[in-house]
């Protein structure tokens, strides 16, 4: 969902900001379009906060989160006088993914568990480039109606869904809401697997 979110953002930014706010925020495309890229980490950020809140690390989880309101605050101070509002953008991303990398070193340490066991982001993530490297030739992300965005969408949504069949990046639980038989031979010729099936109990 978060890499499928970033390539909607991407895709709709300009037209999202020019239909809400209108052309004279045209401005605030580019930070938008930054910030989208937090969305990768907010969506992993809960999960492993559950995790870390479910095997009794609560407190070390309460420290990398104030870690990353510091650092946030800094860089913001930093960074904001000379590169405005694109910059303080960068700055909250960066933020972002610094906790995320850091409860993932905290639940190796702790747990011994490595994200490999418990994450797999990257047919996700090329499934997001590879959607977005065919729409950006076609208009540059600038759809110009609610018609072209639809279709952008559309489009982006099936090319996503595609590449990340293609790469068995969908769990095979989610493959198994529609075709009951979890052991089809079908499903293993595509290669839907399960990535929780290896995790460390």
Partial sequence: ????????????????????????????????????????????????????????????LVRVT?????????????????????????ATVSSEFVGVVAILLVINRELDLRPRDYLRPMPALAAGIGSLAVLWPINHFRPTSLLGFCGDLVLAGLIFLVILTLLAGLPQTIQSLVVRDRNSRTLRWLGFRDPWVNVKH
């Fill in 1 to 60: 969902l978060g890499f499928g979110s970033v390539v909607v953002i991407e895709i709709g930014a300009s037209y999202v900001v020019d239909l809400f706010a209108g052309v004279q925020y045209e401005a605030a495309v580019t930070p938008l379009r930054i910030l989208c890229l937090a969305l990768l980490a907010s969506f992993i950020f809960p999960c492993l906060t559950a995790l870390s809140v479910s095997r009794g690390i609560q407190r070390k």
């Fill in 66 to 90: 104030l870690a990353m309101l510091v650092i946030n605050v800094v860089a913001n101070a930093a960074v904001i006088p000379r590169f405005g509002i694109s910059g303080c953008a960068w």
